[in-house]
């Protein structure tokens, strides 16, 4: 069996580069709990490793950067003991988290290579990263509304983070982004082509690295920059977000969350993508829509630390809900896009129903050392 993350460590003109790569092309690089610990173990050992420098984060293969976490693996965990608590799952969250929590705050330069598909757990990753980089073929989306979950893995910060309400108008339409639309909401920091790839690589290998973090984010950014502004880098994108935002501040100026979902569930229009939102939330489930906006609303002030320990507590409560498991049955497993949802229209939604999800189901938080 191939490593399912390529660990190595090169040397540069001077000093080293870590080389992490997602090694499973034929799941789209989907994270597995044992790629979890290898990202992790890398991370702590370079933390401490004066001779590396930097990092590099990709992916194997041309379709993808990462999918997302495994879902499949997570819907076993979740339907193979209802109420839980699920074991596999629990854990996953815990250790993706902590992992992610890491990528944010790393004193090294992290330069993450986000081609192609990034979708949750794969944009947690990214997100986490210090200089990421997105190529003409790079598309970002948090589907998580369609398999009755939330964006997680720190997506409670960077999507409150996004300009005027794009964060939960993506949070709730599942609607996904292109490199255009990454640099506008702030979850990338350059564009550079995708055959640019090999020379990017070469040219940290070539770098004399420092001995201080500060000098080699300088460097990184200064090597970097060098690829992204030069001519002949490729086009860029037509944006999507950036276009749309007076009409997604409208549209989500609703007087609650269901005159918010009544609002976009009546999009009338002609723009495929705009169209394509519209149905990702008229597909998706109701109740998750309900703890996507309210896990988005009550974080909006909270600090990248509390941002973790509130999304594992929500990731637990969900795991244990059934709705999740029908979820990933309807559009993952069986394939019948028929979802058996538990209520129809958001109106339905016990609002005490709402509130367990948001009560602490264990006595400590497992990421209450974070």
Known sequence: MPDAVLVRVESAAAGKLGRLTL?????????????????????????????????????????AFC????????????????????????????????????????????????????????????????HRIVTEATRIAMPE?????????????????????????LALTAASVNASDALFCGLADRFISADQKDAVIAALLAVSWGSDSATNHALTRHTLRRFSEAAGNGELPKAQVEPYLETINALCDGDDIHDVIDRIMAIDTDDRWLAKARDGLIYGSKLAAQWIDRQLFETRHSSLREVFQQEVQLGTNIMRHPEFAEGVRALLIDKDRKPDWSYAESRAVPAELVDQFFTAPWPENPLADL
């Open 23 to 63: 090694n499973s092309p034929e799941t789209l690089n989907s994270l597995t709990l044992e790629m979890v610990e290898l990202i992790q173990g890398a991370l702590d050992d370079w933390r401490e490793d004066p001779s590396v420098a930097a990092i590099v984060i990709d992916g194997s293969g041309e379709k």
């Open 67 to 130: 999918a997302g976490g495994d879902v499949h693996a997570l819907h076993a965990s979740s339907s193979g003991t209802p109420g839980g608590p699920c074991e596999y799952a629990e854990t996953f969250f815990a250790r993706e988290y902590r992992m992610n929590y890491q990528l944010h705050t790393y004193p090294k330069p992290i330069i993450c290579w986000g081609h192609g598909i990034v979708m949750g757990g794969g944009l947690g990753v990214m997100a986490g990263c210090s």
């Open 145 to 169: 509304v369609n398999i009755a979950l939330f964006p997680d893995v720190g997506g409670s910060w960077f999507l409150n983070h996004m300009p005027g309400a794009s964060g939960r108008f």
